[in-house]
């Protein structure tokens, strides 16, 4: 599982900085990305094994940009990472195939966790682990 490379991709400094700190622990290559708008625009996204991106970032969030790597044809094992959970976004991530929907703070037990199912998954498609949303 280490190794790989991921893209986090967070427009909160400080988030992006701590997840991608966590991946560096665990031995992983990463690639920070401010926006979504950012990382589609990078040249090669086939090197990216997985992606850590926020739900909610001006532009392009967590899930249209799933939605818009599945449209381009390179869907990437995506886990998706929000301060704000809600049912409808959570619902809409399921869908996309998104492999994990998980509440920040992210802690490092639930972040290994969605990086085993993206690596050792189906892929975009699998199935998402999900951390509890205040009702």
Do not use: W
């Not at 790989?4 to 031995?27: F, K, M, P």
């Not at 926020?54 to 381009?72: A, F, H, K, S």
């Amino acid at each position: 599982m280490s190794g790989e490379l991921v893209a986090v991709v967070d427009d909160d400094a400080s988030a992006r900085q701590s997840i991608a700190g966590l991946l560096r622990a665990l031995g992983h290559h990463v690639a920070e990305y401010e926006s979504g708008t950012d990382l589609l625009s990078a040249r090669d996204l086939s090197t990216v094994a997985c992606i850590v991106a926020d739900l909610r970032m001006p532009g392009v969030g967590g899930l249209e940009l799933c939605q818009r790597l599945v449209t381009i044809g390179s869907p990437i094992p995506t886990i998706v990472v929000t301060a704000f959970p809600d049912r409808t976004s959570r619902e809409r991530a399921r869908a996309l195939g998104v492999v994990a929907y998980l509440t920040k703070p992210v802690t490092p037990d639930e972040l290994v966790a969605s990086l085993r199912a993206a690596f050792g998954g189906s892929g975009a498609n699998g199935s998402a682990a999900e951390t509890e949303e205040p009702e």
